[in-house]
């Protein structure tokens, strides 16, 4: 299983698993996005501790950057433009040594991760691109883990019991 990330993924796990809905807060959409990233890497983390002894493994990747998801639309440009994602008409920036790339690019790290036989001997990773990083530390304790996990598998209907 493999679960997209991102290099924005920190956030306060509490914030995080507290109010996942934004119903006693304002939403704000990079908030959204940070908050997304980090529960999936949570979930995978959780997914990949009760998977592994029946031989399934679980991934959280950093695809790269990928301005043309038409992420950015959804948001204040400025922000966007400051941090190299957009241009000043909003277009997407293609720039991988600067980590901008496709979604054909992004896409190559998550394919790569979900079928080659090095990721699944390796450990928990970060891949970008197509090679491991290292450990990224999500910040949250193993409850906080199997919290955003569940919260993340009541979509998919995933029970502690099977793989």
């Not at 983390?45 to 301005?67: E, Q």
Request: aromatic share 4%; glycine share 12%; hydrophobic share 35%.
């Amino acid at each position: 299983m493999v679960a997209p990330s991102s290099g924005n993924h920190r956030v306060d796990v509490a914030d995080l698993l507290h109010d996942p809905e934004f119903q006693g807060q304002d939403y704000d959409p990079w908030d959204a996005f940070v908050r997304s990233k980090a529960a999936n890497i949570l979930f995978a983390v959780a997914r990949d501790l009760l998977g592994r002894r029946h031989g399934v493994r679980a991934f959280a990747v950093h695809p790269g950057g990928i301005p043309e998801t038409g992420l950015a639309r959804h948001m204040d440009l400025t922000i966007a433009q400051a941090h190299g994602m957009i241009d000043e008409r909003g277009n997407g920036v293609i720039d991988p040594e600067k980590g901008w790339k496709t979604p054909q690019q992004g896409a190559a790290t998550l394919e790569w991760t979900a079928t080659s036989p090095r990721a699944r001997r390796g450990r928990r990773h970060a891949r970008d691109p197509c090679r491991q990083l290292g450990a990224a530390t999500t910040g949250g304790a193993q409850p906080a883990r199997r919290r955003a996990a569940g919260l993340r598998s009541e979509g998919l209907h995933a029970h502690e019991e099977t793989p």
